[in-house]
């Protein structure tokens, strides 16, 4: 419906990383990314991406993420890049960070990409603390 808006480009990007279809994964990242006023971003993910697939556009995520400032990031984001590439105490350490700076973790239990970390007890222990039901 809205093709010059990024936010449905970068949910359609999580989608096919979901179904494991990278190629067009990365084609509406990108898309996302140059709508969102980041088209150096954008070209910066398709050599990650090219260089090594869909975990060197992980890394390259946290890349980012983690040199942007404290206004302009995630921390559920680089988690959940950081569960997906199964680094699983960088992922909590992240969530960790979320956690103390109140960030948005709404969706905690249904984020797809924290899936790897819902056996490990420190991900019970998190959500207790958030009062959320284990």
Known sequence: MYPDVSMPHDTMSSDYEQKKTYDKA?????????????PEL??????????????????????????????????????????SLGEKDKAFLWLERAYEERASLLFIKTLPDLDNLRSDARYADLLRRMGLPQ
């Open 42 to 83: 954008s070209a910066a993910m398709g050599r990650a991406y090219a260089a090594n697939g869909w975990e060197g556009v992980l890394k390259k995520r946290v890349e980012v993420y983690q040199k942007r400032g404290t206004s302009d990031y995630d921390p559920v984001a680089v988690a959940e890049a950081y569960a």
């Open 26 to 38: 990365l084609q509406e990242d990108q898309r996302s990314l140059t709508l969102g006023g980041e």
